[in-house]
């Protein structure tokens, strides 16, 4: 569902982390960013919930990227606020060394960032075994598992498609246990077959209790997966809602950007 934090929330003054009665929700209010003097970000409202499948779709440059990087305290907004399951980051900020919502949600690059001189496995276990100290996880076979990984877990990344690159890096981030996770165009260079597992893996994700926000361009999977829709342009979301958004949009910019795809595809 996507909605604005209550006054509340924002009154507790900028740069503070404070704690409101705790919600299970990823949510945030008036997020605006700029980036050498140009508006990335312009008053952006969104909300995930734990079990909910949320998808952003716009155009190229609309600011999809740096939203999820915003999310995520990769990189802090200049103003706005976000909150996780109550606890709330408001800015700007004016102070340093707040504890950051890691692991509990997480991010998945276009780039995937796997080390190369690391096997797949090594890459999935190093994460898990610097926060934890452990070597292995219960939940690393499962994992492997769940995304058939079995027969090339024990390879390097140059010797692997970049499909199972993908995969590697999804359940990186699931060993982890995060409650959230955002993916950047993690399908955008799979063909058919790669994309169609992918997201049914997603699927079967959000029906464990994960949050998922996806940034994708596959209009096709964002009306028969998502729980919600929300389209960013110029750093604005011009329209958000469920699956009617790209079925039947009202805004006209909305309306021209799904014709387009539509008539490319």
């Known amino acids: 569902m996507v909605h604005a934090i209550s006054q509340t929330t924002l009154d507790a ?3 503070l982390v404070s704690a409101v009665p705790e919600r299970s929700c990823l949510e945030a209010s008036g997020l605006t960013k700029r980036r050498q003097g140009q508006l990335v970000l312009d008053g952006v409202d969104i909300a995930l919930e734990p079990g909910e499948i949320c998808v952003i779709v716009g155009p190229s440059g609309a600011g999809k990227t740096t939203l999820l990087k915003t999310l995520a305290l990769l990189e802090e907004p200049d103003s706005g606020s976000i909150t996780v399951d109550g ?3 408001h800015f700007p900020a004016n102070q340093k060394g ?3 919502p890691w692991p509990k949600l997480t991010v998945v690059f276009q780039q995937l960032f796997l080390w190369p001189h690391l096997t797949l496995r090594q890459n999935i276990e190093l994460p898990y075994t610097l926060r934890t100290g452990r070597k292995k996880s219960e939940r690393f076979d499962e994992l492997v598992s769940l995304f058939d990984m079995e027969k090339f877990v024990n ?3 140059n010797e692997t498609s970049l499909g199972q690159r993908q995969r ?3 359940v990186r981030a699931l060993l982890l246990e995060p409650k959230y996770i955002l993916l950047d165009e993690i399908t955008s260079s799979l063909d058919v077959e790669q994309v169609h597992l992918i997201l049914q893996y997603l699927k079967q994700l959000a029906q464990s209790g994960i949050g998922i926000l996806i940034v994708t361009h596959l209009l096709h999977f964002a009306r028969n997966a998502a729980d919600n829709i929300v389209f960013l342009d110029s750093g604005r979301v011009l329209e958000a809602g469920g ?3 790209l079925i039947n ?3 006209p910019r909305v309306q021209k950007f799904v014709s387009m795809i539509e008539s490319a595809s």
């Open 13 to 15: 003054g900028p740069g």
């Open 87 to 89: 606890q709330s980051y």
């Open 98 to 100: 707040v504890i950051k």
């Open 155 to 157: 390879r390097y990344p």
């Open 168 to 170: 590697a890096a999804l």
């Open 243 to 245: 699956r009617s958004v």
């Open 249 to 251: 949009p009202s805004h």
